[in-house]
């Protein structure tokens, strides 16, 4: 019995030509019977409707109460540049983060966070970033031997086989001198990604909202228990022999002070912050390269433009920092993927503090305010066709007038991620590495469901066969 799209399961590789319906895109308003029932299943946020794709703001109603969603640029740099201290996260999303990483960059706001991000900055200035290249090259080095023994059309889980990858370029880059203490740990503790659950209309509920919270922020610390032993282990050494640390991020915070002379950061902040940096660095850069993958096997000419790319500029040798000005498709490659599948989806809940307008819409105080990058990434009065993968749309030509938070795969204003750039970098130095030597297809039987929680993943995996190219 023949298998089509409608059945939920992944197609073969298309031919030239061919343009592949990309789950989560296909608007159901569109489409009938089984193609319809597949397209609402696939939706990322299935309480959003498609009108929300079409207005650069929506009022959004439900049980609850009401969201005001922000899809027009110009409202996004109101909300998040020009008056962000009328719009502070919800205390929801603050718990959510403080779960996950404690008092890291992503779970603090005011002041603290203020002063740890003054701290961290240097790690990431540009010259800190260009030293990170050579660990990213050994680390995709030694990752070739891994794939070079599977047999020929060998299958992999594309999802794992990332995050490993970036778990040890983070490790290699971030907490050089400790790295091997910690990677099992994190790999254990990240096995089934950021995220602490689903949620529900009952976490809007005073009482049984609160209750469902305390469980989940319960569950995070049960789940990072040995992994915080590890690095407070780490911690103690380093302050215990300061002259012995290496020049790694961790070296950096433990070693860092305030102008009194002080310690900058006590043993927990460190801890927060090599959490959150860790976990979150690894982790969104892994998913982003898990749909790029499945991008390109959905897509044969743009993966034969990358692979003449790859071929001309790197000649079957390991790509170094030094290559990334000559890798643009590759590049386009990747800030494309982050448009169609952005690994942080639904980045930002805010709610106003006192009475606003947001393009020309008025806001009263204590009204919530969504903006989401899904939103963004596909809106109609945005993009052109912007269920299409093309590369293409961030040459410099065709960006040009194209509103810059029309794009915000890392966030925006004060609090944009820090390690973009490196993020980037190493993005962009896995893809030339492993495209020149492996093509990457999609295994058949699958059903490829983007599920949203705190990054991006496929709901059920993503098998896919690797085959040698050189």
């Not at 096995?191 to 509920?205: E, H, M, N, R």
Request: hydrophobic share 40%; with cysteine; glycine share 10%.
């Amino acid at each position: 019995m023949s298998m089509t799209l409608a059945d939920g399961l992944a197609p073969a590789a298309p031919t030239a030509g061919k343009r592949p319906v990309l789950p989560g895109l296909a608007d159901p308003r569109t489409l009938k019977g089984a193609a319809a029932r597949k397209a609402r299943k696939e939706r990322v946020f299935g309480n959003i409707p498609q009108i929300a794709f079409e207005q650069p703001i929506y009022l959004l109603r439900a049980l609850g109460g009401s969201a005001l969603i922000v899809s027009d640029p110009a409202g996004v740099k109101r909300v998040l540049i020009d008056n962000v201290a009328n719009y502070p996260k919800t205390e929801m999303e603050q718990r959510i983060f403080r779960a996950l990483f404690g008092n890291g960059l992503l779970g603090t706001d005011g002041e603290l966070w203020r002063r740890h991000r003054r701290i961290m900055a240097p790690a990431f200035d540009p010259r800190s970033v260009a030293g990170y290249g050579p660990a990213i090259s050994r680390a995709c080095d030694g990752f070739y031997g891994h794939w070079d023994q599977l047999p020929p059309g060998g299958e992999v889980d594309i999802g794992a086989e990332m995050s490993r990858l970036t778990l040890r370029i983070i490790a290699g880059t971030m907490f050089s001198a400790d790295s091997d203490d910690v990677i099992g740990l994190v790999a254990e503790s990240m096995k089934d990604g950021i995220g602490i659950g689903p949620f529900s209309i009952l976490d809007v509920l005073p009482v049984i909202g609160r209750m469902r919270m305390d469980r989940r922020v319960q569950q995070m610390a049960e789940r990072f228990r040995p992994l915080d032993a590890a690095i407070n282990r780490m911690i103690d050494a380093r302050q215990k022999d300061p002259q012995g640390s290496a020049a790694d991020l961790l070296g950096r915070l433990v070693g860092a002070h305030d102008e009194g002379g002080d310690a900058a950061l006590t043993s927990r902040e460190i801890r927060d912050q090599v959490i959150t940096i860790f976990i979150a660095g690894h982790e969104t850069t892994a998913q982003a390269m898990t749909w790029t993958w499945y991008l390109l096997s959905q897509h044969p000419a743009e993966e034969a433009r990358l692979h003449e790319e790859l071929d001309r500029v790197l000649g079957g040798r390991t790509p170094t920092q030094e290559d990334l000005p000559n890798l643009a498709f590759t590049r386009r490659v990747v800030e494309e993927s982050m448009r169609i599948y952005p690994t942080a989806p639904g980045i930002s809940a805010r709610v106003a503090v006192a009475d606003d307008e947001i393009c020309g819409v008025k806001v009263r105080k204590g009204q919530a305010i969504a903006i989401a990058p899904w939103l963004l990434h596909h809106h109609k009065t945005l993009w052109d066709d912007p269920a299409r993968f093309d590369p293409d749309r961030f040459l410099p030509e065709r960006s040009a007038g194209r509103p810059r938070l029309a794009y915000m795969p890392f966030g925006a204003g004060p609090r944009v991620c820090i390690g973009q750039v490196l993020a980037m970098n190493e993005a962009t130095l896995i893809l030339a590495g492993l495209a020149q030597r492996y093509r990457l297809s999609l295994s058949p039987g699958q059903d490829i469901v983007p599920l949203a929680n705190v990054t991006l993943r496929p709901k059920y995996g993503m098998r896919m066969m690797v085959e040698r190219r050189v």
